[in-house]
């Protein structure tokens, strides 16, 4: 088996360059995994895995070649490790995994899918959060619209904890989501202040996408006047915003609740 100890290896300078830079991660195609859990979603996903790097005195070869699926296997030093690792807490083991293509043309929808639609998302542990809540209503597709953030990005994988590998994921821009829900005859309520009325008001039993932007400037006009209709949730303190994914998750579960969960 291969063993690489130095953190000056030309190959393990590269997997450094996969964790920093999204260029990296584009020009490659592909990006690391970090943590069982981790790797195993990404592999119930189809992700296909091209290397696990693994620290012996952690996490043995024996449970390594459990979540290997036939890629090759490389032995690593703490030091290596270390150099390569992003979380504090250690699993002892790294996979680099080929990234899936996101158009979405590629979505396979029910028939009365429900989809979550994020407008420009811009801080990774954001869309982390989204993947989750997603992932907990069985939701059909996340859609992320004019995306700012390198969905590999390692704080997403992190932060979604490994829910990026189980949702169904495109993005688009928004002229090209708005003319995908409608091709579709998809109803998308569009979460704003303006011209809105109260979220819980609105049949979500139909085909149904929910649309949600960034807390600083929310959604842009295209969204809100192209929606079937704009909806708000009601604030009842001093401010008019909240965290997007937590707007998301509200807007979600009344959908779900409308529909039986």
């Not at 490790?81 to 995994?97: C, F, H, N, P, S």
């Not at 979550?116 to 959060?129: F, L, M, R, T, V």
Request: net charge neutral; aromatic share 6%; hydrophobic share 40%.
């Amino acid at each position: 088996m291969k063993q690489i100890t130095s953190i000056q290896n030309p190959f393990i300078k590269s997997l450094v360059l996969l964790q920093e830079k999204s260029k990296a991660r584009k020009q490659s195609g592909t990006f690391l995994i970090e943590g069982k859990r981790e790797i195993s979603l990404a592999l119930k996903g189809g992700y296909e895995i091209e290397t696990i790097l693994f620290l012996p005195e952690v996490c043995s070869e024996t449970e390594t070649r459990k979540l290997s699926n036939n890629a090759e296997l490389i032995e690593i030093n703490k030091d290596v490790y270390q150099k390569l690792a992003y979380r504090d807490t250690t699993e002892g083991i790294l996979a680099i995994a080929k990234a899936k293509s996101m158009q979405l043309s590629d979505l396979q929808l029910s028939e009365n899918p429900l989809i979550i639609i994020a407008e420009a998302p811009e801080k990774p542990g954001n869309i982390g959060a989204l993947l989750r809540t997603a992932d907990a209503a069985n939701l059909d597709a996340v859609i992320i619209a004019n995306p700012k953030s390198d969905l590999y990005n390692p704080n997403v994988v992190r932060s979604s904890v490994g829910c990026l590998f189980t949702n169904q994921i495109a993005t688009g821009t928004t002229t090209e989501i708005i003319m995908f829900l409608k091709e579709r005859n998809i109803n998308f309520y569009c979460a704003t202040l303006q011209n809105s009325t109260s979220y819980h008001t609105q049949n979500y039993t139909s085909p149904t996408a929910l649309v949600v932007g960034t807390e600083a400037t929310g959604l842009t006009q295209e969204w809100r006047d192209a929606a079937t209709q704009n909806i708000i949730i009601p604030m009842q303190g001093e401010i008019d915003s909240m965290n997007v994914s937590v707007a998301a998750a509200i807007l979600i579960f009344e959908a779900k609740r409308q529909r039986g969960f």
